[in-house]
């Protein structure tokens, strides 16, 4: 399982951000998938997660700004931030669950600043 990420970049505090994060094994249905955000000297903290059967949990720092979503006709699971903080500022993983596999994305930067 290869997971590739796509979005992320600076943008200003209030804004939006998009990330998406394609699979390349069809088991994708199966799987439960997360976002992740580590700084630097922290440990991973939970974005989001969505099963396979769509029950959806945020971390407290995401709750009613970020949506988790996923497609599994196109593999992809997504991330919509909205109402962008300087404290969301972080690297950002997609994490796939299926079982004892686990596999990460190559993470992508997210910069809010203005």
């Known amino acids: 399982v290869h997971l590739v990420q796509s979005g992320g970049g600076l943008v200003q505090p209030g804004g939006s951000l998009k990330l998406s994060c394609q699979a390349n094994?069809?088991?994708?249905?199966?799987?439960?998938l997360a976002w992740y955000r580590q700084t630097p000297g922290l440990e991973h903290d939970l974005v989001a997660y969505?099963?396979?059967?769509?029950?959806?949990a945020y971390g407290a720092s995401a709750k009613g700004r970020f949506t988790i979503s996923r497609d599994d006709s196109e593999m992809t699971v997504s991330l919509q931030m909205n109402n962008l903080k300087p404290e969301d500022s972080a690297t950002y993983y997609c994490q796939w669950t299926l079982g004892m596999q686990e596999v990460w994305g190559q993470g992508t930067q997210v910069i809010v600043s203005s």
């Open positions: 094994d069809d088991h994708f249905v199966r799987a439960s």
């Open positions: 969505i099963t396979d059967s769509g029950d959806i």
